[in-house]
């Protein structure tokens, strides 16, 4: 980094720094100059969105921890403070809360970006496999944040979710009572939870730098899948995409402050402004909105692995729930090698676009699944039932149909360059 | 790669800091000094010899600096100093069920009635996943006191069958609204994706009304 070639500011004093550190000139090779393909949809702004609702994040998390008492009596009442007695302290909780939501939706519609159009591709796997990883974070540092307010959701989410860890076997326990550090779930968890809720935006930070370095290595992908082959394909970063990136940017606000100053509760759940107790499961443990998927996949497996015809069980039922949930987010890791399929964009892919759109309805569906009781019914059918066939068709997707698909879907004919194919599209817009 | 053009860094002209000196030397190769960090021949040399055990020394200091921090994540001594709890049996009535609170945990203390007794023994073992005889879960002699931690096994809600007023399942024990997992008389897991039977805490009755748990 820095080793390259400068460029000569008019400025004295920005041309002074730029000699000894060359900020200035890395701003203006990557943000500025950066050669980006010219035929970008909308689906490219989520990025910047993900970026912009992380120090949102960043920032409102530290105002309120400025008021927040991570300790068994006192957090439920200092959150109650907060949201009361604290000048502002409501707008700060209500961005906070449905930030994290917005910054999932951004982040959803970010990784359906990239399955549709290919941008897992080679040469961007790593690329790839770091936003996996920020994913994870994420999930992570989204959970340990709820615990903090200490609810009854809070509480019993984390009783729940610690306890995934005890289906691990042998030292499953040993485990648990590690994270917990003590018994159950109590002042200490809740501790820990606060230190690592603190720390955690950081290390994501930190890895989305990497994610963005990535991308500038091999540059972005685009609508069409073709790299770009030359000037004609490619706009300057600014002010083209600046602008770009900024609208979508506001209208994505928009929506979200309808969120935060008309409904801020409607994405949570009421039993969570009970405070916590030990004593008392909530009838329905939800998990939030944006685990659903993954939580209904846990609960799909309802059934012990074992050699047939014997009491011998290989995979209790609760291993087998936890291994599907975790494996569920491997298959995306490894899915730049499952699809090997030389064309990238859906544009040019007929069928695995039809599979990808039931992909993305079966995934919507889980997530209604996973919102319900496990005893409901859905039109007749046990919902455990409707559960295991998403389930599945989860995993086929990505074992089954996507191998298919790599030996047997010929595509479309590419259009030539980028340029040809927008040319193409002001034709048949004509 | 040192850059003569307009706007290249100045520094790079140091005599002391001399780029192309630099690249040489990581990519291993000979330098101009001549001097050489590959090995002349294939064999091992002390130099192997000195980085395999310096690397190996660092590797189990690390570990050995790691370790307190992951062990400060563990149950610290006043909360493993175990308290103890004794329960007064003698206001629970016949078919009555309370819970008292045990290291944290809530634990059911159940008076159970003759015909749950019954409903426990006459189960055949053979089929339950996880075997266990009601006579190994309760006291010899004091049939009709269940002592169970009031966790489920799958992943870990109070179930509910305390009340009177409440499901107890299709076992009449207890019920867990979480996932479904059903219970009966005698604390066994009978349906649902819970693995285990609730468990049996240490306890010893202190005499016929008074238990201690711990
Ligand atoms: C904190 C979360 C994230 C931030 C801040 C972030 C940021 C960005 C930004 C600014 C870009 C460039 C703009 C764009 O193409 O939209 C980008 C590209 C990309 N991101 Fe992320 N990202 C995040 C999470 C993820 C996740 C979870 C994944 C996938 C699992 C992912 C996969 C990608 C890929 C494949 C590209 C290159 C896409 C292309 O150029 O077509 N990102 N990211
Ligand atoms: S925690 Fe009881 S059934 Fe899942």
């Given amino acids: 980094m820095g080793s390259g070639e400068r460029i000569e500011f008019d400025n004295k004093v920005v041309n002074w720094i730029d000699e000894r550190l060359p900020l200035f000139t890395l701003m203006q090779k990557e943000y500025g100059v950066f050669p980006t393909p010219r035929n970008f949809n909308y689906f490219w702004n989520f990025g910047a969105i993900a970026m912009f609702m992380l120090i949102a994040m960043i920032v409102t998390g530290i105002f309120l921890a400025m008021n927040y008492t991570p300790h068994v009596d006192m957090a439920f009442d200092s959150v109650e403070r907060i949201d009361r007695d604290v000048n502002w302290g409501w707008m700060l909780r209500d961005i906070h809360m449905n930030g994290a939501s917005f910054f999932f939706i951004a982040v959803y519609v970010h990784i359906f970006r990239g399955m549709y159009y290919g941008s897992y591709k080679k040469p961007r796997e790593l690329l790839w496999i770091l936003g996996v990883v920020i994913f994870l974070l994420m999930m992570a540092t989204a959970f340990m944040g709820y615990v903090l307010p200490w609810g009854q959701m809070s509480y019993w989410g984390a009783t729940v979710i610690t306890n995934l860890f005890s289906a691990i076997p042998f030292v499953g326990d040993s485990i648990v009572t590690l994270l917990w550090g003590g018994f159950a779930i109590d002042n200490p968890t809740l501790n820990r939870f606060f230190a690592l809720h603190y720390l955690m935006p950081f290390v994501i930070l930190a890895v989305v730098f990497l994610h963005v370095w990535a991308l500038h290595i091999c540059g972005s992908n685009n609508p069409s899948g073709i790299e770009p082959k030359g000037k004609q394909d490619t706009l300057p970063f600014h002010p083209y995409y600046t602008m770009k990136d900024t609208f979508g940017l506001l209208v994505f606000l928009v929506v979200f402050c309808v969120f935060v100053f008309y409904a801020p509760d409607y994405l949570g759940h009421p039993d969570n402004y009970k405070e916590a107790n030990s004593l008392v499961t909530p009838a329905h443990i939800v998990p939030e909105w944006y685990f659903l998927p993954f939580y209904a996949i846990l609960r799909a497996i309802t059934f012990d692995i074992g050699i047939p015809f014997t009491d011998i069980t290989i995979i209790s039922a609760k291993l087998g729930g936890v291994i599907s949930m975790f494996g569920s987010i491997g298959l995306l890791l490894i899915l730049p090698w499952l699809d090997t399929h030389p064309i990238r964009s859906c544009r040019y892919r007929p069928k695995y676009k039809f599979f990808l759109l039931v992909f993305l309805v079966v995934f919507c569906m889980l997530g209604y699944v996973g919102s319900q009781s496990a005893d409901a019914m859905f039109f007749g059918l046990p919902m455990t039932l409707v559960g295991i066939l998403c389930t599945t068709y989860y995993y086929g997707f990505f074992l089954v149909i996507i191998p298919w698909l790599n030996n047997t879907e010929k595509g479309r004919d590419l259009p030539k360059s980028i340029h040809d194919a927008v040319l193409q599209a002001e034709r048949e817009k004509a | ?214």
């Fill in chain 2, 1 to 214: 790669m040192i850059y003569k053009e307009k706007g290249t860094n100045s520094f790079s002209d140091y005599p002391s800091f001399n780029y192309e000196y630099c690249i040489k030397m990581t990519a291993g190769s000979k330098s101009q000094d001549g001097i050489s960090l590959d090995h002349d021949d294939d064999g091992e040399t002390r130099r192997d010899f000195l980085f395999l055990t310096a690397g190996s020394f660092g590797a189990v200091g690390a570990g050995i600096a790691v370790w307190p921090l992951v062990s400060s994540m563990n149950p610290a001594a006043d909360t493993l100093a175990l308290s103890t709890t004794e329960v007064d049996l003698s206001p629970i009535a016949k078919g009555q069920s309370i819970t008292v609170m045990w290291q944290g945990k809530p634990v059911f203390v159940r008076h159970r009635t003759e015909k749950e007794v019954e409903e426990a023994r006459a189960v055949n073992i053979a089929d339950l996943s996880d075997k266990q005889d009601d006579v190994e879960r309760v006291t010899k002699d004091k049939d009709e006191w269940l002592i169970v931690v009031g966790i489920c096994t799958h992943l870990g809600c109070v179930p509910v069958g305390q009340k009177t007023s409440e499901s107890k399942g299709d076992f009449g024990g207890w019920f867990c609204p979480c996932h479904g997992s059903h219970y009966d008389t005698s604390g066994r897991i009978r349906k649902g994706p819970a693995p285990k039977n609730l468990a049996v805490p240490p306890y010893e009755f202190l005499s016929d009304t008074l238990i201690k748990i711990g």
